[in-house]
């Protein structure tokens, strides 16, 4: 009831580069919704997640 969407996100990639094979990495914040409903329930950010600023 907190999010009306599924929740499922990605913060961190590392994907090989199909040519040089580096790591590419990749990083996002989590949403707003997310995080809003993540503290909804109780939850706590382990330290050094970039969060979207809650609603």
């Known amino acids: 009831p907190h999010i009306p969407r599924q929740a499922l996100h ?9 040519r040089t094979g580096r790591f590419l ?3 996002a914040p989590v949403p707003r919704d997310m995080v809003k409903a993540w503290g909804a329930l109780g939850g706590e950010w382990p330290e050094g997640i970039i969060l979207e600023d809650p609603v």
């Open 10 to 18: 990605a913060y961190e990639l590392r994907i090989p580069h199909p």
């Open 25 to 27: 990495e990749f990083r």
